[in-house]
């Protein structure tokens, strides 16, 4: 089979309506909860003929679900195409049309998980309706792997899987979100941004103590002052731009120093070079005209795949050196993953495929800023991509987490040909 013998515009209306009943099932949390969203996907794969398998978390409520097309006679293990049902949070006051409605407008389905990630998810099940629907002889078994809780660390989802069900997985390559295709960013050109590894997350805490008093009497040495002191050297000086081995390969295929210049310059790219410190949450004081014992500030730190962690911390407490003030770890980062090689195998198929659809576009390997279910698959040594492989521009992105989050119709249709062109170079004759 071949990608020329489908009907794209049948699929691009029979993906928006998919993907607008989808966003109407509420998985947001706190609660989380997947069994509607897990059901949708398994009654659209059992109306081809395709059977799915719900694995219940030990948290009611916290479904993952697997479905499998068979390799008559596999030649490897499987491709693992992965997204996550849960969403966060949206106040639908706050949105042009209610955030689980679903609302199809102006080219674009609109609603919470639109982009962040039940439309790769739709994208993931329409590839397996194709390839079932088409009888693709198939060189590797192609698994749907829909996850719970990706939005709050992934302790029933993702993480729990690969714990406690990897050898039902035991995939040769995993394509998670991540990264996105981007338009209108670099000057040379739309590019697709594949993640081959993440940052991780370190969370710290500066306490300062000191004797307290009236707020008409301030010393240098309150507490507050010392902790406004701390965490100024703290923000300034606590991270040097580094180039990873990923970034430095995006950098030279999007044009050298030029293209170091524009990801410096953008807010969304900035920290892919260099570990970030994130002031996030400040406690102190309990009257107004009473200077407190005790203040803090918390940090969300995100640090580079190569960073040590203990040498990280260590930093910030010499850069701290005040005896008045504490540095806490608060929560330590996962062990490293490796990085997925940007040579051969899933890669070389995501770069074919994205040329296929879009030939004048740079596709580059990168790291995401953020954390993705990859890095479970990435811990167990799987080669695990990052692409939600639609092409972006900055005013799309701002739905992520955000309000209006939409997706255009053809984005869909584009993401939903890349992985599917994808998986047939990587698991079809």
């Not at 370190?202 to 040495?221: F, K, N």
């Not at 929560?331 to 090689?341: E, H, K, Q, S, V």
């Not at 576009?361 to 080669?383: K, L």
């Amino acid at each position: 089979m071949t990608s020329t013998g489908v009907d794209w515009d049948a699929i691009k209306r029979e993906a928006a309506d998919a993907l607008s009943g989808y966003v109407r099932i509420d998985s947001s949390h706190p609660r989380g909860r997947t069994t509607e969203t897990a059901a949708f996907l398994a009654d659209r794969l059992a109306a081809d003929g395709i059977q799915s398998r719900l694995y219940e978390s030990p948290e009611p409520g916290k479904v993952n679900l697997v479905a499998r097309l068979r390799a008559e006679k596999p030649g490897g293990k499987p491709l693992l195409i992965s997204h996550h049902m849960d969403v966060v949070q949206a106040v639908a006051a706050d949105w042009r049309f209610d955030p689980y409605s679903g609302e199809v407008a102006d080219g674009y389905v609109y609603g919470r998980g639109s982009l962040d990630d039940k439309g790769m998810g739709i994208m993931e099940l329409m590839t397996m309706l194709l390839l079932k629907r088409h009888n693709v002889a198939l060189t590797r078994d192609v698994v749907m792997l829909a996850t719970c809780d990706e939005e709050i660390g992934s302790p029933m989802g993702a993480r729990w899987m690969v714990e406690e069900h990897f050898d039902d997985l035991d995939p040769a390559f995993v394509l998670d979100e991540g990264g996105e295709g981007l338009s209108g960013f670099f000057s040379a050109g739309d590019s697709f941004q594949i993640t081959v590894n993440e940052k991780r997350m370190c969370r710290i805490r500066l306490v300062a103590r000191a004797e307290p008093g009236h707020a008409s009497m301030p010393w240098r040495d309150a507490a507050t002052h010392r902790l406004v002191r701390a965490a100024h050297t703290v923000l300034e000086e606590g991270a040097e731009d580094r180039d990873t081995p990923p970034v430095a390969e995006m950098i030279k295929r999007l044009g050298g120093e030029v293209a170091r210049r524009e990801i410096a310059a953008q807010r969304a790219s900035m920290p892919l070079l260099h570990d970030t410190i994130s002031l996030t949450m400040l406690e102190g004081g309990y009257k107004i005209n009473v200077i407190p014992e005790r203040a803090e500030m918390s940090f969300d730190c995100r640090l580079l795949p190569d960073t040590d962690p203990r040498a990280f911390v260590s930093n910030i407490e010499q850069l701290v050196n005040d005896p008045g003030v504490g540095v806490e770890v608060i929560d330590w980062p996962d062990a490293a993953p490796f990085t997925a090689p940007w040579e051969g195998g899933l890669f070389e198929a995501l770069d074919a495929a994205c040329r296929t659809y879009r030939p004048d576009a740079v596709v580059t390997p990168t790291i995401c800023v953020g954390g993705t279910d990859s890095r479970f698959f990435r811990q167990r040594g799987v080669p695990a991509y990052g692409l939600v492989p639609g092409m972006f521009t900055a005013e799309d992105l701002k739905g992520f987490h955000g309000l209006d989050e939409r997706l255009s119709v053809d984005n869909l249709l584009l993401g939903t040909q890349i992985i599917h062109e994808t998986t047939l170079r990587v698991a079809a004759t």
